[in-house]
């Protein structure tokens, strides 16, 4: 199964690289979670649509390597 944490961090530093999107992570219960923040007004669907294509895309690419 691996390391979920460090997954998360490896992660996180892929899709920063990549570049499309941003997000961060925090710790939460102890944890290394990623974080989206999603909050200005013109913000729309199709942004927080290609925000989760990326993290499944970059997720899947780092679960194959």
Not at 22 to 46: E, K, P, Q
């Amino acid at each position: 199964e691996g390391d979920a944490d460090e997954f998360n961090r490896r992660l996180a530093e892929r899709i920063q690289a990549d570049g499309r999107i941003y997000l961060s992570t925090t710790r939460l219960g102890g944890r290394n979670v990623l974080r989206l923040a999603v909050l200005n007004v013109r913000t729309h669907r199709r942004e927080v649509d290609v925000a989760i294509e990326v993290i499944r895309e970059m997720a899947e690419v780092l679960a194959a390597a």
